[in-house]
């Protein structure tokens, strides 16, 4: 692997022009000197590392199918001014929520930067998709493609150039963390395959994808500096928290997916609000210029997060290529006027302080997706409508005269909304079902209990923590819009009409939670009772609990006292701790996280059977909330400037593998759910036999957009029988977990995910299903040889259902 050139950077060439502050601050760890200019010492990057610089920031290639496109932005870039191109890099307030101006000589109509992940945030007429830890529970490849290919052409039809998704990061560290819902799964593989999907579906529609969050992004809170308040909002009181980590957890948990995303060529790259081993993430130069640009062979553009950039030649030098919002400037929740880059990048070019080969990088690394996708020919403009829905920067803010052509108010939709019933269904965890609770068999009784069960009565702007309505997308900047939303309510009402069956509903907790249930399901005891509960987390904030928001454990409580057949439907961010799980009237759960806008149907496509569910964790669900590792940094007890610190000591053992590796039990595990069938496993076999030749350390190949390509070879194949041994058709999702043999370091976990599939099995029927494992898949990151490293000895190869659900092993050593 190669290395920066410290002789370089020792001699002063490279330092000199650069902001003190620009690759490490002090942080606050006793026993580890701090200093800025320091050589590559293996030591020091485990555990902890206080990273060397990686400087200067490298050129993109247009490696990996982009040399035409670059070959187009180099020219394109030749025909601006100076200060054309430090326009490029930085974002000016306008009608999306990143805006790049428009160059009309040159027939650029600028660049449309739209949130997020489940919808286009800013968009009427377009579609509320199911959320990303919803498609990450559905473990449904073609699912997860579908579903960003979907998102990209409403946002394509409504004028965005790049979509601020998808999200690799938070992982969900701790299950507290207020964005988890916003990302995919607690594990690096599962993420790792949901943001290939998906920015391969959102990048084959012709948009730029955007992964974030780059790294180590794991809390909300304190994730921006404190600023002074009377001042002009430039002094820190506290800067923004540092996620301390070594670098083989940064390797293979952190990093992992973000790999997966530079090799389906993502566009872009977010860099995140937090610091990382004591350097703001977006002017860490280690981070960007040395990990993602050169070990991951990142082609594409870094992006600041809105208000992320603390430093303008710092940043740029460190490899940052765009600042956002950029002409406003995020002071923690403060707006002000100008940027670290725009007009100041201008001087500080013409001054010598950042060489124009590096601003002329910066624009081609810019623009080259934008060629590569085709978007400069007959590209939809920007819907006029979007620009009030702007909380950002709204019309007033505009310094620019922005034009709109085309019509408003596009309808979007297509028909998105039968595909969203259907993901929905697909991502809908069973997680207990007894007493053949489920699925229901024409009620005659139903009664329907819970907040979360009818619609919204405040609008459909998604107040913060609403009451009343089923909850199907979160707030912050994933918030959205919805021009129909389906609720169980309504869907299961309409359902039980035809059955001849009575339905009555109770939607006040305060009142189930009271005492004046009983009279309710007078006179007769109701066949089954559905109780909706909802847990609200959004960007900005952590959560403060696990539990079911709104009493939802005592309105659950109240209905089991009365009702013996309880089946229970929560509407959550991720993790909840489910207290009421093992009371026997509590008959069955199920987690639909946030399904986006046909909730309703997806849910009763469910309860009533005809779908089959098939969904699996994505994350551990506790007995406790004290089970859990990883507590966020709430708080300090200092007031030092760089006092927030939070500390990853938990190192790989994160989510599953802690609870694994500590034997810890869990109520339901990752990986689980239930279908209305079941499924059996044999023959695990390994169909390759081992390479003779394979060698421990990776050939070294040039790298491409995800890195070494030899990190991404097939060196291992095993194939299993899967066979439905129940009474009704459905999908099984095998999963492929590996223990690593004893010769690896310690702190390697028991068990990691590193094969699934999705296979439709009529009742009866068996079917073959393959696990290729790649050799990235049985390595581990050597933090002295600085690679991925095979050990040796006898892995074991675990098949099953779950994490903890192992139906056949397979032993055998990689290495002769
Ligand atoms: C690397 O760092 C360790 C720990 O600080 C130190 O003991 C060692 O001498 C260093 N090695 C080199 C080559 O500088
Ligand atoms: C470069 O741009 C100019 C002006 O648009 C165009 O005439 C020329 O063909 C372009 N060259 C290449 C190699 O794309
Ligand atoms: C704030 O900005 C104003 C005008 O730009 C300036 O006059 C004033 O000195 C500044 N105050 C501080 C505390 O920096
Ligand atoms: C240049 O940067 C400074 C902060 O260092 C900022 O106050 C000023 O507004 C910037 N100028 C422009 C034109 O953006
Ligand atoms: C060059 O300009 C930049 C941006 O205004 C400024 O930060 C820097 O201090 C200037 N450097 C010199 C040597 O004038
Ligand atoms: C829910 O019930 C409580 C207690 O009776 C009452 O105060 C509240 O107004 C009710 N909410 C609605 C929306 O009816
Ligand atoms: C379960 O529900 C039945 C009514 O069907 C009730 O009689 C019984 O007390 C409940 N059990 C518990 C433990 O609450
Ligand atoms: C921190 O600040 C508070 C008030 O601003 C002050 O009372 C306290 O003494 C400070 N603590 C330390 C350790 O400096
Ligand atoms: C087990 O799988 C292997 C590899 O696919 C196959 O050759 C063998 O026939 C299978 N054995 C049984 C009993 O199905
Ligand atoms: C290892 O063997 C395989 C097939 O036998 C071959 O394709 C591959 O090139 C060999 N690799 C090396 C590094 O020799
Ligand atoms: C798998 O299911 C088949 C068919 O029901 C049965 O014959 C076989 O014994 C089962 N195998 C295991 C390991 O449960
Ligand atoms: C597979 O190995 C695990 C230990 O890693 C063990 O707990 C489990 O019982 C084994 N399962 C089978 C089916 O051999």
Redesign the pocket.
Known sequence: MKVPDYALLLSGLLLAPVDASTCQTPIDHPGEPFSYVQPLNTTILSPYGHYPAGLPSPKTKGKGGWENALARAKNWTAQLTLEEKSWVATGQPGPCVGNVLPIPRLNFSGLCLQNGPQCLEQGDYSSVFVSSVSAAASWDRDLLYKRGYALATEHKAKGSHVILGPIGGPLGRSPYDGRTWEGFATDPYLTGICMEETILGMQDAGVQANAKHFIAYEQETQRNPTYAPDANATTYIQDSVSSNLDDRTLHEIYMWPFANAARARVASMMCSYNRVNGSHACQNSYLLNHLLKTELGFQGYVMSDWGATHSGVASIESGMDMTMPGGFTLYGELWTEGSFWGKNLTEAVNNGTVPIARLDDMIVRIMTPYFWLGQDTHYPSVDSSVGPLNVDSPPDTWLYPWKFTGSSNRDVRGNHSQMIRAHGAASTVLLKNERNALPLRKPRNIVIVGNDAGPVLQGASNPDEFEYGVLANSGGSGACRFSFLSTPLDAITSRARKDGAIVQHWLNNTQITGNSMPSLWNPEQPDVCLVFLKAWASEGSDRQYLELDWNGNAVVEAVVKYCGNTVVITHSAGANVLPFADHPNVTAILAAHYPGEEAGNAIADVLYGDVNPSAKLPYVIAYNESDYNAPLTTAVQTNGTYDWQSWFDEELEVGYRYFDAHDIPVRYEFGFGLSYTTFNLTNLTATTPV?T?L?ALP?HRPVQPGGNPTLWDTVYTLTAEVRNTGTVDGYAIPQLYVGYPDSAPAGTPPSQLRGFDKVWLAKGQTKQVTFELMRRDVSYWDVVAQDWRIPTGGFTFKAGFSSRDFRANVTAALLR
């Open positions: 390479a030749n060698t050939e």
